[in-house]
């Protein structure tokens, strides 16, 4: 089925639900203004229509493999890759310095949502190196920024992340890779990590991996890593790619989904590597290129759904079985539900990763604390409710194709298969739920609280115009509020992360409730679905925060010989 570019949504959305007026009203981001962003939309809606989503199908039959040590990408993907990078695509947000548009995160964050919903395996390729680059503008010094930024932002080079080591998933601060220091400057890096997304492709000239590894003065845990850029080939003295560091693949994952991703098993033998940021404090370099890569990733699960949502509404609306109005399954009350919520979901979800965008360009652009403070609250949330969303709705879209959604020939499990590694990429959702329930209410809960207070104002004044709609949503956030204070006042954190992944969900909801609101108040269209999303939905925030309340005295109160089979 051919992908629509949503544009009419993200219209609906930057105008009047996430205030991108805002963020074209500031000195720095003057020149973005919403017909330059509708330009840009237009333009990257065309490209994923055209270019990127016929090749997602080739990605999922024809997928990278590991040929003599060097990988071969899928049938069609060097070309698409290309059309990202020619368009510009790559460096949205970067520094004009270096060749970047310098464009506000808000419209990186559609275009990825564009590209992801047409071919997530490709998207994450740009990803990376968007990540990449923010790292390195923030932490790299002035001769590593001259070498490389202009590289990485034409896409000429790709960039990665090495974080993970078979014996330390979540638990980096275990990593066993090493770093010596070398007379000249730099460093010999060796190891071994693991699910390095893209560690390798064979349509860019140079790949550049920021890996973190420890010296041999470096502390035992987090605080004492550091973080190295290592290039595939070491750039000779006019910036070429030059002789092969000393680095290879050593194998590609058989996975799940995103067989057209190449996920990489890297092997370090002394590498030369730069030193990026100062000694043992890579966590915090490192960390620049993950926050932006929870926004991405959570927007990479909405792009999915976007994606698997307008699959199964072109084959509901097609096929016929059973008597209704219209002719086809699309008639039937329980199709429509689970369209409707696919609907709904997404947008919601869209609406919170908007926000939280708007957030971090207000921040950038103003060096307002609490708007900061907003973007940081906003990133576990985004990341989680994204993903979460991109699962259900996949799932839901083989649902609604019935028998045929478990044929692979209808392309429907593609999208579940493709989505489901997001829940657990850059820190599992339920790490994040704790991050939420910890890191973000250390504050006393005061990002949260302002939140709540723009959305109850907002409801009290929306009263006037939609009562049925406003009203529920000022009383769900009224238990949300307490369930915040109740949380706030609990000391043990093993109480708060038993609730923490129902918190999120529950403020996820609530957000929703309010995005949805403020789109039923600028269009009629938008009312119907919102008024499906308050109705149907959002009541279920009450069953998740009396999760989120009830602390973890009966959960620890199973021991393992309980649950023993």
């Known amino acids: 089925m051919p992908f629509r570019a949503p544009l009419d949504e993200y219209r609906l959305l930057l105008n009047h639900v996430v205030d991108y007026g805002q963020v074209c009203g500031t000195d720095r981001f003057a020149e973005a203004t919403m017909d330059t962003v509708e330009a840009v939309l237009t333009e990257a809606g065309k490209m994923c229509e055209e270019?990127?989503?016929?090749?997602?199908?080739?990605?999922d039959l024809d997928p990278a493999v590991l040929e003599n040590g060097k990988v071969r990408t899928s049938k069609g993907f060097a070309e698409g890759y290309q059309a990202i990078a020619d368009g510009g695509w790559i460096s949205m947000a970067a520094d004009p310095e270096y060749g970047g548009m310098g464009l506000p995160m808000t419209v990186t964050t559609t275009v990825n949502d564009m590209l992801a919903a047409s071919n997530l395996a490709l998207q994450l390729n740009p990803l990376m190196t968007q990540g990449q680059i923010e790292a390195l503008e923030h932490h790299a010094s002035d001769e590593l920024k001259a070498l490389y930024l202009p590289k990485l932002t034409t896409g000429e080079w790709a960039g990665t992340m090495n974080l993970t080591e078979p014996q330390a998933g979540s638990d980096v601060g275990a990593l066993s890779s090493k770093a010596e220091r070398n007379d000249d400057g730099t460093y010999a890096i060796t190891g071994q990590k693991i699910y390095i997304t893209w560690g390798d492709n064979d349509f860019t000239e140079n790949v550049c991996h920021l890996v973190l590894a420890r010296l041999p003065d470096g502390v035992p845990g987090t605080k004492g890593i550091s973080l190295f850029l290592v290039p595939?080939?070491?750039?000779?003295?006019?910036?070429?790619?030059?002789v092969a560091n000393s680095l290879k693949v050593v194998s590609l994952e058989h996975k799940l989904g995103l067989h057209g991703s190449p996920t990489a098993v890297m092997q370090y033998d002394g590498a030369k590597g730069w030193l990026i940021g100062k000694e043992h404090d890579g966590m915090r370099a490192?960390?620049?290129?993950?926050?932006?890569?929870?926004?991405?990733?959570?927007?990479?699960?909405?792009?999915?759904?976007?994606g698997a949502y307008q699959h199964a509404l072109a084959y509901a609306n097609e096929r016929k079985q059973g008597k209704t109005p219209e002719g086809t399954i699309i008639g039937h009350a329980d199709v429509r539900r689970m369209l409707a919520t696919m609907k709904a979901q997404t947008f919601a979800a869209r609406a919170i990763a908007l926000a939280q965008a708007v957030a971090i360009d207000m921040g950038n652009a103003t060096g307002d604390a609490e708007w900061k403070a907003r973007a940081a609250f906003l990133t576990p949330i985004t990341k989680a409710f994204g993903t979460d969303t991109g699962v259900e709705v996949a799932n839901m879209g083989i649902q609604v194709h019935g028998g045929m959604?478990?044929?692979?020939?209808t392309g429907a499990?593609?999208?579940?298969?493709?989505?489901?590694?997001?829940?657990?990429?850059?820190?599992?959702?339920?790490?994040?739920?704790?991050?939420?329930?910890?890191?973000?209410?250390?504050?006393?809960?005061?990002?949260?609280?302002r939140l709540l207070d723009e959305i109850e104002a907002f409801a009290e004044t929306a009263k006037g115009d939609l009562p049925d709609l406003a009203e529920p949503l000022w009383q769900a956030t009224e238990t949300l509020r307490e369930t915040t204070e109740a949380l706030v006042a609990m000391t043990d954190m093993q109480d708060r992360f038993a609730g923490a992944v129902p918190f999120l969900r529950g403020f996820a909801l609530v957000l929703g409730g309010y995005y949805h609101l403020r789109a039923a108040l600028a269009d009629e269209k938008a009312a119907k679905l919102a008024r499906f999303y308050i109705a149907r939905l959002l009541p279920d925030h009450a069953g998740q925060l009396a999760h989120a309340r009830e602390g973890a005295a009966d959960l620890m109160a199973l021991t393992p010989d309980d649950l023993a089979v």
């Open 405 to 409: 959604g478990f044929v692979e020939e």
């Open 232 to 242: 595939r080939n070491i750039p000779d003295a006019d910036g070429n790619p030059g």
């Open 286 to 306: 490192m960390f620049t290129m993950m926050n932006n890569a929870r926004l991405g990733v959570g927007v990479q699960g909405i792009g999915i759904a976007e």
């Open 413 to 449: 499990a593609q999208y579940a298969r493709d989505v489901r590694v997001t829940t657990i990429y850059e820190g599992t959702n339920g790490i994040q739920a704790m991050d939420l329930v910890g890191r973000k209410l250390m504050d006393g809960g005061e990002a949260a609280y």
């Open 51 to 59: 270019v990127i989503a016929p090749l997602n199908r080739n990605g």
